[in-house]
């Protein structure tokens, strides 16, 4: 008797897990079916005209003719990236709210005695979409023109960027480090006001990615002194490398998408699929290009992989850099 029942039992289990498997495949096919059935939003945590803002609004506006939904850009400037990401990860886990940040995202909180989050805790990747280096520019009519201008000034250079912990002002720390001592840190809200400012002659050089101001650097408004890549970009080739001024420098940064942690993982390799039919668009691929970017794509699983690896590589950068939240 006692046997039969134990045999009923196991007999339950085996449906009642059987069951559960069954909706949970059928859950993992509708959430690749179905995704979007509403309006996406994808949160930039900087002021609009920046690199990471012209980027995700191309993006968005291709990602939204695939899927027929609205994909919204909102814009939440601060704290060099950390208000826009914190309300990333405040947000549900639907894959309805998505951040566009790159390293930043790990850079930043490294600023912080708290740090406001753990991006390997709190964010899941979804693609990497892009890289690109920083650059440092001037104002042509007031110099410095050159590296060897910033590394022999015997005045303060003010210098602005994107914001704390931005990769500009990561980059520009880690120079003075190295032999620019008198490069002073003005963050600003977005690297699009730190670039009104230098055109305007308030200060003396802005440190912000490269597709942010290649548009004026073309034009000759402003004057790139040195990008932080190992080679010089293919479309500036004039525009010589800091390594060639000071040995070793690189620093490259990444563009992506991300989501609050939990966030499904047949949403998020959807996401990233229909990343990769956008991304393959030759007109995309050539816009990009000539504005500074070098476009990539990734798996989530890729992109969670660089988040751990690159942690490293930002903790010994901020680190040596000295670099803090002001």
């Known amino acids: 008797m006692a046997k039969d029942k134990k045999g009923a039992d196991m007999k339950k289990l085996i449906i009642?897990?059987?069951?559960?498997?069954?909706?949970?495949?059928?859950?993992?096919?509708?959430?690749?079916?179905?995704?979007?059935?509403?309006?996406?939003?994808?949160?930039?945590?900087?002021?609009?005209?920046?690199?990471?803002?012209?980027?995700?609004?191309?993006?968005?506006?291709?990602?939204?003719?695939?899927?027929?939904?609205?994909?919204?850009?909102?814009?939440?400037?601060?704290?060099?990236?950390?208000?826009g990401a914190q309300a990333v990860i405040a947000s549900p886990a639907d894959g309805y709210t998505l951040l566009f940040w790159g390293d930043g995202v790990l850079a930043n909180p490294l600023l912080y005695q708290k740090p406001p989050f753990d991006a390997i805790k709190d964010i899941s990747g979804i693609a990497l979409v892009a890289t690109t280096p920083q650059v440092l520019v001037s104002n042509p009519a007031y110099g410095p023109n050159t590296m060897k201008e910033v590394l022999n000034s015997k005045q303060q250079?003010?210098?602005?960027?994107?914001?704390?912990?931005?990769?500009?002002?990561?980059?520009?720390?880690?120079?003075?480090?190295?032999?620019?001592?008198?490069?002073?840190?003005?963050?600003?809200?977005?690297?699009?006001?730190?670039?009104?400012?230098?055109?305007?002659g308030q200060i003396q050089l802005v440190s912000t990615g490269l597709p942010a101001c290649i548009v004026l650097i073309k034009s000759g408004r402003i004057q790139a002194v040195a990008v932080s890549s190992k080679a010089r970009v293919k479309n500036l080739?004039?525009?010589?490398?800091?390594?060639?001024?000071?040995?070793?420098?690189?620093?490259?940064?990444?563009?992506?998408?991300?989501?609050?942690?939990?966030t499904p993982d047949a949403i998020r390799e959807k996401i990233s699929a229909d990343l990769r039919k956008v991304m393959a668009e030759p007109s995309l691929q050539a816009k990009l290009i000539e504005g500074g970017f070098v476009p990539s794509i990734s798996t989530p699983s890729e992109l969670d992989a660089k988040l751990v690896k690159d942690l490293a590589f930002w903790r010994a950068l901020v680190a040596k850099a000295g670099a803090q939240a002001e």
């Open 237 to 262: 080739p004039n525009v010589p490398t800091v390594s060639e001024t000071i040995p070793g420098f690189e620093v490259d940064t990444w563009f992506g998408f991300m989501a609050p942690k939990g």
């Open 157 to 200: 250079l003010n210098y602005g960027t994107a914001g704390n912990g931005s990769p500009g002002h990561l980059t520009a720390e880690l120079m003075k480090r190295q032999g620019a001592t008198q490069l002073s840190h003005v963050p600003y809200k977005g690297g699009t006001p730190a670039l009104t400012d230098l055109m305007g």
């Open 16 to 83: 009642t897990t059987f069951i559960t498997l069954i909706g949970l495949w059928g859950n993992y096919v509708s959430a690749q079916t179905n995704y979007p059935d509403r309006p996406v939003k994808i949160i930039v945590p900087f002021a609009p005209g920046g690199s990471f803002d012209i980027i995700a609004r191309d993006l968005a506006t291709k990602l939204s003719a695939l899927w027929g939904q609205s994909v919204l850009i909102d814009n939440r400037a601060g704290a060099g990236g950390n208000i």
